[in-house]
Nanobody, 121 residues
């Protein structure tokens, strides 16, 4: 069983930046970030494969968010720039056993408890 612990959330003004981190207790395959806003379903944000050579993003964050990982530290990152009020949500880190990148939540076996990101207008 792999434990995931997110950090880095907070309150920021529109146009600002935040960097989320997710530390895994062990080795994982592909990893990703998902988010859930109040009264909305959880949605895919970004994913990265085991080596970090392949990434995927939802259209609304392309060019603003960057996902990366440091396997030596078992850590996943999400650099979020030019934040918008619609980015407000609880952000969840996810990890799976497969090595290829995936945007589907069903392909991730492990989930963190989430970190709140609030963007004020």
């Amino acid at each position: 069983q792999v434990q995931l612990v997110e950090s880095g959330g907070g309150l920021v003004q529109a146009g600002g930046s935040l960097r989320l981190s997710c530390v895994a207790s062990g080795r994982t395959g592909s990893m990703g970030w998902f988010r859930q806003a109040p009264a909305k379903e959880r949605e895919f944000v970004a994913a990265i494969n085991w080596t970090g050579s392949t990434t995927d993003y939802r259209d609304s964050v392309k060019g603003r968010f960057t996902i990366s990982r440091d396997n030596a530290k078992n850590t996943l990152y999400l650099q979020m720039n030019s934040l918008l009020p619609e980015d407000t949500a609880v952000y969840y880190c996810a990890a799976g056993r497969r090595y290829s990148v995936s945007s589907a939540a069903r392909n991730y076996e492990y989930w963190g408890q989430g970190t709140q990101v609030t963007v004020s207008s």
